[in-house]
T-cell receptor
């Protein structure tokens, strides 16, 4: 089945440690996105990539890093510089960023990160 | 800058009745898209419906319809014949059609369907 997978589902991290969240899609989508969701709030954009080997900062990029070496994969690293990393992280992808009508974003199941 | 406002933190509806979830938006872009997503307790965001800013007719997808009033900058979601499985968080979102194509989300509305 085609879709977006995120792993792990739950992640615990000690303060001062870097951690990498995985996001993989087999939908052949060009664009991929990372969002953060805090309790009772909407999603906020961390990073996005419209094409392989290119990515852009979103609204809350500080303390995060990404790479886009393959079309299928867009891992997110939460670094020790991120002051409040406990949150729910959602990855999304869309087929064609050049076409408004086919640019619907579909989401993975999310990773819940807790800093101990 | 874009902004989405959802003024209803929580809503109740009786099973089999219709419910309207409000969404207003603000943008200076002439071309944009409006989306509604459902987030059940599992956390996954499920795409429900899309409306383009130049679409003449309101979008419909099964029991979901989008009441789009461009002059008022509103894009309300109407769910007909509510079911218990409709209980979830609902988010309105907007996307520019040029430049950065990421979504801007509202704060959401929690819908509870009562038997």
């Amino acid at each position: 089945d085609g879709g977006i997978t995120q792993s792990p589902k739950y992640l615990f991290r000690k303060e001062g440690q870097n951690v990498t969240l995985s996001c993989e899609q087999n939908l052949n989508h060009d664009a991929m996105y990372w969002y953060r969701q805090d309790p009772g709030q909407g999603l906020r954009l961390i990073y996005y990539s419209q094409i392989v080997n290119d990515f852009q900062k979103g609204d809350i990029a500080e303390g995060y890093s990404v790479s886009r070496e393959k079309k299928e994969s867009f891992p997110l690293t939460v670094t020790s510089a991120q002051k409040n990393p406990t949150a729910f992280y959602l990855c999304a992808s869309s087929r064609d960023h050049r076409s408004p009508t086919t640019d619907t974003q579909y989401f993975g199941p999310g990773t819940r990160l807790t800093v101990l | 800058a874009q902004k989405i406002t959802q003024t209803q933190p929580g809503m109740f509806v009786q099973e089999k009745e219709a419910v309207t979830l409000d969404c207003t938006y603000d943008t200076s872009d002439p071309s944009y898209g409006l989306f509604w997503y459902k987030q059940p307790s599992s956390g996954e965001m499920i795409f429900l419906i899309y409306q383009g800013s130049y679409d003449q007719q309101n979008a419909t997808e099964g029991r979901y319809s989008l009441n789009f009033q461009k002059a008022r900058k509103s894009a309300n979601l109407v769910i007909s014949a509510s079911q218990l499985g409709d209980s979830a968080m609902y988010f309105c979102a907007m996307r520019r059609n040029t430049g950065r194509r990421a979504l801007t989300f509202g704060s959401g509305t929690r819908l509870q369907v009562q038997p």
